[in-house]
């Protein structure tokens, strides 16, 4: 009963240096799906520095990476299109059978072997995985912004982040019809506290460059900080109501980062939300079933 790990890597390769080593030990298999021609989503382009490769060979002491190279830019398709595209293409590389899980590059699995405990558990969602596939979620905490000494942190709210599969089979980046069972574990994704060349960049290459006024929310993004954190309000970019607050978090490195988030009990998903989201993935199965939703 494997667990294989893909990693897509592209223009933010180095936060695999934080989020790799977090899945490494629990991980059978792990594979890295990375652009011949180092080019992104959208048609940009984007290097590695040589030392990555070398930092990754002496990670790699029971030999369970492997790089997959292959042509995931695609111009006819949209952004969102080609990430969906090369999760499709990544799983082929992976092989059918057992459990595949996609995290990416700034996604941080605080207690990943805890969630490989329950995929273990589990071997009855291997047995005949096309007649009854399913998708294992989590939930993100968002990073937002460095600030001197730490970073702002999107509070009282937890993004869904499908993880798992026994049948791969995406539709929009990692979400697919696959049935889902939710699981009250957090991930801390960095998805947004970089520097500003690094957003700017980001905004034009990634997937969702065209579901939300990219100049908006980078105004908004570069003017946050400590001093004007608490009068941000529902400025989740794609749902609007989505991110209720920030909240600020001080520590040297992530390490420390995770610790002081540890205190303020933003890392513990409440369980009673599980409510919620199942009650939604009724309703999501159900317009899936007989109005053919893709979501």
Not at 178 to 193: C, D, M
Not at 210 to 216: L, M, P
Request: proline content about 3%.
């Amino acid at each position: 009963m494997l667990i294989k790990v893909g990693f897509l890597v592209s223009y933010d390769y180095e936060y695999l240096r934080i989020s790799l080593p977090l899945v490494y030990k629990e991980a059978d298999f792990i594979g890295l799906a990375i652009d011949q021609q180092r080019r992104t989503w959208n048609g940009g382009t984007f290097s590695i520095d040589d030392s990555f490769f070398d930092w990754l060979h002496a990670i790699d002491v029971d030999r369970k990476i492997s790089i997959y190279e292959d042509d995931f830019y695609d111009p006819a398709l949209t952004a969102i299109e080609n990430d969906s595209r090369e999760r499709n293409m990544l799983a082929q590389f992976m092989e059918k059978g057992g459990w595949h899980v996609q995290v990416d590059a700034d996604e941080y699995f605080l207690n990943f072997a805890t969630f490989a405990s329950w995929l273990r558990a589990h071997p009855q969602w291997l047995d005949d995985p096309a007649s009854n596939p399913v998708d294992i979620c989590a939930f993100l905490v968002v990073l937002y912004k460095k600030i001197p000494g730490g970073f702002l942190y999107v509070n009282e709210n937890y993004d869904l982040c499908v993880l798992a599969t026994n049948f791969p089979r995406y539709n929009i980046a990692r979400t697919g019809i696959n049935k889902r069972i939710f699981l009250p574990q957090v991930l801390l994704h960095q998805s947004w506290a970089r520097n500003e060349d690094e957003i700017s960049f980001k905004f034009a290459n990634w997937g969702h460059t065209i579901d939300f006024n990219t100049s908006s929310h980078f105004r908004l993004w570069k003017n946050a900080s400590e001093e004007n954190y608490k009068t941000y309000h529902d400025f989740h970019p794609l749902k609007g109501s989505g991110w209720q607050s920030l909240g600020a978090v001080k520590g040297e490195d992530m390490n420390s980062i995770i610790h002081n988030l540890n205190k303020t009990g933003v890392l513990q998903f409440p369980s009673r939300l599980l409510i919620k989201w199942r009650l939604k993935e009724i309703k999501r199965q159900f317009m899936i079933r007989f109005f053919g939703r893709k979501y």
